[in-house]
Nanobody, 124 residues
Framework: QVHVVESGGGLVQAGGSLRLSCAAS????????MGWFRQAPGKEREFVAT????????YYADSVKGRFTISRDNAKNTMYLQMNSLKLEDTAVYYC?????????????????WGQGTQVTVSS
């Protein structure tokens, strides 16, 4: 069993920045692939970014490319999502997910464990 917990959400003005964190426990963190997804009200959950077990492979949704950066610190069992130049349309609940295969997957079905989510609200 892997326990995944997100933190760092909040209210920010458009153009501002936030950094989300995701801590995972219950399995050696450095073997897990990790991803960020988000879900806005009335919309389906969508892929945001993913990183493989070693951090050498990352993928981003086109909507966040160039603004968001995913990273991980295996020594701290933590993954991060640095979000810059935030837009109103980035408002959503952000979920962290872990996959036991260690790969950088973009499809939510590939993930084995999910956190409860953290709210990010971007205001004008």
């Amino acid at each position: 069993q892997v326990h995944v917990v997100e933190s760092g959400g909040g209210l920010v003005q458009a153009g501002g920045s936030l950094r989300l964190s995701c801590a995972a426990s219950g399995r050696t963190f450095s073997t897990l692939g990790m991803g960020w997804f988000r879900q806005a009200p009335g919309k389906e959950r969508e892929f945001v970014a993913t990183i493989n077990w070693g951090g050498g492979t990352t993928y981003y949704a086109d909507s966040v490319k160039g603004r968001f950066t995913i990273s991980r610190d295996n020594a701290k069992n933590t993954m991060y999502l640095q979000m810059n130049s935030l837009k109103l349309e980035d408002t959503a609940v952000y979920y962290c997910a872990a996959d036991l295969a260690g790969w950088a997957y973009t499809a939510p079905d590939e993930y084995d464990y999910w956190g409860q989510g953290t709210q990010v609200t971007v205001s004008s």
